[in-house]
């Protein structure tokens, strides 16, 4: 069995269900856990390693094998199984995705006393892979050559003290390598592969191998940095697709599906919950109140991409603040998802821009620029009106001009389009020029607070 990626309780509770539904059966005497997690609950990680640490070893023997690490939490895991096997550059304890606070270890450590009793080993080795504040020394017993990691607490109140010499100080902050768990007698030998520990143990046949799910093993692919990425890229292009083009192409349904992927795969994952899939809903809501019913606001614009941006990074990860120097290196890889989205939306922009008009099937869902001669046929034949004369009068637009729109310039209300940027409603313009009826006007600086000319 296998337990891959950070720890919540679906996974944990999935393992739980599985073993006991075979150990129910009686088919299992032999129970081995191939483990790379980084940890990420305490109380799910105590559940599954107190289950493992209750097997009776005469009927079911537990071997724990961490191929990549077993950080933090997960470690308690890998040390409830009654043996354990790890690779040389595999990593034992020390800070892993979720940074526990000092008072949640306090709490657990009646129960990490107890686990420790089940499985007669220091209840401050246990401590030592989920808190970097407890010291770890190596005792040995020159006559029986064995040996402990304990902290000078647990050692003063050992009975027979005495008999056990102190020797180095043992670092657990950045966790234990393989080769250095077996120096110090924490593994029973090391193995890189699974078929290592099939001859160790001597397993002639493969034997029932429980594995995910085709769902799981779909829901961890997606969940993959490389995947989220992925569809990330597409959810923001498809979406930039659909708002700059006129006609209805679909792109926002395979953007709605592609977000839709990302935040499953993530809270079924295990990095993402409510929380982000909230800000995200918040955020989108917010940019469309911005483009449909109060633009120009800003606010709303500005506030709803900032939680957008926020749902995403959180939901790629299982901190909000990195505190840790593991945090800190999983930090990129959470922003390069981001910046893939960004991307995304910044291809979709640039093709939309320079491409898509050239494009023979694009060309009748989207208006050309028109040429010089036709521009020119179009001035001669709108010079009807002359409206020069209101070149440099100021007024207020009626209607939001995007670009079109009306304005009151005086008494008069006319039809005006901006100079290419959107203006609302409300806004102090300026008559820039003017072509027969075609009056084009510029929204006025902000600084210049001079009143509208009135033309009564």
Known sequence: MELRGPIHARSINWIRRSLEDRLQEGQANLLLLSIDSPGGSLSDSLSLAYFLAELDPSRVRTVAHVTGEARSDAALIALSCDRLVMSADAVLGGLGTTDFSGELVEDSHENLQGLADRKQIPWSLLAAMIDPDVRLRRYSRNETNQSLLMNEEEFAVLEDRDRWQAGEPVETLRGIRGRDAETLGLVEFLADDFAVVRQHYQLTDEGQVIEPTWAHLFIERLASPRFAALLLFIAWFALMFEFMTPAITGAGFVSAVCFLLYFWSQFLH??????????????????????????GVGIFGFGGGILILASIVLASQTFVIPRNQYQLEQLPQSLGVLIAGITGAAVALGLIRHMLPRAPFFRRLMLSAPDAQSSADQSRREAIVDFSYLVGRRGESVTQLTPAGKARIGELVVNVISEGNVIPRGKSIEVIEALGNRIIVRDLDEQDNSPPVDLG
């Open 270 to 295: 295990g990095t993402a919950g409510w929380l982000e899939i909230l800000l995200f809903v918040a955020g989108l809501t917010g940019v469309l109140l911005e483009v449909f019913v109060l633009p």
